[in-house]
């Protein structure tokens, strides 16, 4: 059995965002996106989305992200994600996410992710 369409849209997306390349991640998202970091920010609308792609001024853009596992449940994909996040003034952040994609018809109707910073070691 091969992968299906709503995973092979989120590999798409995430490819998209380790290039910072925003027309591909964009095609992965319905018009009416919605996208949530807890404790972060809540936007909706490509508009807003490919605004916010390039993240704070602070960081240098690509991320590098490393998915550990993705399941998925009817039109819900879950993806654990391992990232490092480069700072402009120098050093980098790491960090460990948990992404919560809600899919309509093949493509990424809300993204949901927790953001942890990790500051000693692989879960700290």
């Given at each position: 059995m091969g992968i299906s369409r709503n995973i092979e849209t989120v590999n798409t997306y995430l490819a998209g965002f380790r290039k910072n390349d925003h027309a591909q991640i964009l095609s992965c998202l319905t018009d009416d996106i919605v996208?949530?970091?807890f404790g972060g920010f809540r936007l909706t609308g490509k508009d807003a989305y490919?605004?916010?792609i390039d993240g704070a001024p602070?960081?240098?853009d690509p991320p590098e992200l490393e998915v550990v596992r993705m399941v998925e449940q009817g039109d819900?994909?879950?993806a654990e994600l391992t990232g490092t996040?480069?700072?402009?003034a120098g050093g980098e952040m790491r960090m460990s996410m948990a992404e919560v994609f809600v899919m309509r018809d093949g493509k990424i109707a809300e993204r949901r992710a927790w953001v942890v910073k990790?500051?000693?070691?692989d879960y700290r």
């Amino acid at each position: 059995m091969g992968i299906s369409r709503n995973i092979e849209t989120v590999n798409t997306y995430l490819a998209g965002f380790r290039k910072n390349d925003h027309a591909q991640i964009l095609s992965c998202l319905t018009d009416d996106i919605v996208w949530t970091v807890f404790g972060g920010f809540r936007l909706t609308g490509k508009d807003a989305y490919d605004k916010a792609i390039d993240g704070a001024p602070e960081f240098i853009d690509p991320p590098e992200l490393e998915v550990v596992r993705m399941v998925e449940q009817g039109d819900v994909v879950m993806a654990e994600l391992t990232g490092t996040a480069r700072r402009a003034a120098g050093g980098e952040m790491r960090m460990s996410m948990a992404e919560v994609f809600v899919m309509r018809d093949g493509k990424i109707a809300e993204r949901r992710a927790w953001v942890v910073k990790l500051k000693e070691n692989d879960y700290r």
